[in-house]
């Protein structure tokens, strides 16, 4: 299987604007942010969608969410901010490797577009 580009980053082939790292996970903003605060945090394990995650992964997947509130303090925006999960190419997901978007600094409307 070919690395997704998200791969490449987390093997600092290709660069990025990394905000966070630690064992499990990168956190780097995104290249065409949708909010003033656009951040993804991947896990490094190369899982291509939340729906392909295991009952193994439970550590992980709840480690992604503690990290996304250790990187909304860093960051200042823990007042407020969105996270965003898209699975499956219908729901928007372009990356096929698991990301949550972190995204702050202007309203946001619901539902979601
Ligand atoms: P998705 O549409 O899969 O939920 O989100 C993929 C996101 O990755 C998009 O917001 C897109 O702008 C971002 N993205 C795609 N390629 C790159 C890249 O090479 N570097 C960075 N920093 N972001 C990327």
New binding site residues.
């Given amino acids: 299987m070919t690395d997704s ?2 791969a ?2 987390i093997k600092k082939q ?1 660069p ?2 990394i905000v966070y790292e630690d064992d499990l996970c990168l956190a ?7 909010a003033p605060v ?1 951040v ?1 945090l991947v896990p490094k394990k190369p899982l291509d969608m939340l729906t392909s995650a295991q009952e193994e992964d439970q550590t992980l997947l709840g480690h992604l969410l503690l990290a996304a509130g250790t990187i909304a303090r860093q960051l200042k925006i823990d007042g407020a901010f969105r996270l ?3 699975n499956g190419e219908e ?6 490797h698991v ?1 949550l ?1 972190i995204l702050a600094g202007r309203p946001f409307r619901w539902p979601p577009g």
Avoid: E, Y
């Avoid at 780097?28 to 949708?34: A, G, L, S, T, Y």
């Fill in positions: 580009i998200f490449k980053i290709i990025a604007d780097f903003r995104d290249m065409n942010p949708q656009h993804l965003v999960i898209n729901s928007g997901q372009s990356v096929f990301h978007h």
